[in-house]
């Protein structure tokens, strides 16, 4: 099932009042974290495509999870970004719902680049990729602490390794964020 599929389901003349209502209750349900157990392995997993590079070599695998999960983690993101960004995230943090926050980060540092001196350069490092070296009972405890009312739904979602299917091989996703 794609977005386009609840779109198109929730703009049916006859049925989309009904679906709506459903969709959202469903939703909900999830977010309350109860899913049943013997489902959130697959509801939480997705599959697996690997992309080749245009140089050659591969990127990452990335994962397409299931559409149903996506809508509920997009309602938790936004109730958990506009909760936390003024007083967590701001004044340092640009990224999270800061109107043209990435932008700006970009305009600054180019008329910055712009000013130096011709014998000064500017560097940006990455010695870690932050997005892998996250563990999931941090993450668990963070939300508790500052978001108790995602508690249950983050639960759900990492109480138990999720299946991620890349062709016929089965990986299960223990560690790190979804």
Known sequence: MRPQHLKDMMLCRESGTDFLGALSGFTNVVLAGLCPKEATPFFFGGRLLAMNKKSGGGHPTIAVNVTLQ????KC???HGAARMAPPLFGPRQLGVR???GCEAVINSARRYLQSLAPDHI???LDFANAFNSLHRSDMLLSVRDRLPELYAFCL???????F???GSQVILSQEGPQ
């Open 164 to 166: 991620l299917y890349f």
């Open 76 to 78: 938790a993101n936004t």
């Open 122 to 124: 500017m560097v940006k």
């Open 98 to 100: 800061i109107r043209g």
């Open 156 to 162: 759900s979602s990492f109480s138990q390794p999720s």
């Open 70 to 73: 996506c809508l509920a983690s």
